[in-house]
C-alpha cells in the first residue's frame, strides 16, 4: 500500500497570505495524484485531479504541481473560506489512499 | 445535477452488519465509464477507500484488502442505488461513511460525494 505522508500538519496563516501544502508518497504515483478540500461536518471537495488539473468551478489561486512522489498544492492568496483542512489522495491501479491532512487556520 | 443521498442506521451493534443505502439522481449507477465507490472517515483512521462497483460488459467491484471478506458494494440498478453491507463490525468501524463517484474518462479523482452518514458501532 502507497502511503502519502502530508506536511505540515497545520499551517497558520492570514487572509492573503499564501499557503504550500506537500503531500509526499512512499512510492512513485506518477501523476495520479488529487487534492481535495474539507470543512467541519462537509464532505471533501476535489479542487485538483492528475496532480495540477483543476475542476471547473475552482478558482485560480489554487494550484497542484508535481509528480512521482513529491506534490505541492499552493494557494496564492488566502480567502477567507480557504481556511479548512486539505487532503491529497493517490490511485495506483485500483487501489485509493489518503494523506492524513493538512489544516489551514488563521 | 449529481445529487447522492444517503440512508441507513447510525447505530450497529458489535459482530452485526452495517447496511447503508445510496440514492442516485442526476446519474445512472449502470454508467460505462467510471466507479461507485464508498468511503469512510474516522478520526483514527482518517479517510479510507473502502471499495468500489461499476459496470463494463458485467458488473465488477473491488474491495480495500484490509476489508476483503467482510464488505459487499451492490447497485441496484431498478431504483439507481448503491449499498454497502460490512459484516463483523467492531467499534474500529465507526465513522462516517460517505458514497461517491469517480468519473473516469478524463477527471481522476472523486468529484461527488455523499453528505455522508455517521455510524457508530457500540452495544
Known sequence: EIVLTQSPATLSLSPG?????SCRASQSVGRSLAWYQQKPGQAPRLLIYGASKRVTGIP????????????????SSLEPE??????CQQRTNWLFTFGPGTRVDV | QVLLQQSGPGLVKPSQTLSLTCAISGDSV??????WNWIRQSPSRG???LGRTYLRSQWYDDYAPSLKGRISIKPDTATNR???????VTPADTGVYYC????GSSLDG???WGPGTVVTVSS
Do not use: H, K, M, N
Open chain 2, 100 to 103: 461517491v463517484r469517480w468519473p
Open chain 2, 82 to 88: 448503491l449499498s454497502l453491507q460490512l459484516s463483523s
Open chain 1, 17 to 21: 497570505e499564501s499557503a504550500t501544502l
Open chain 1, 60 to 75: 485560480a489561486r489554487f494550484s497542484g504541481s508535481g509528480s512521482g512522489t513529491d506534490f505541492t498544492l499552493t494557494i
Open chain 2, 110 to 112: 472523486f468529484d461527488i
Open chain 2, 47 to 49: 479517510l479510507e477507500w
Open chain 1, 82 to 87: 480557504d481556511f479548512a483542512v486539505y487532503f
Open chain 2, 30 to 35: 449502470s454508467r460505462d465509464s467510471g466507479t
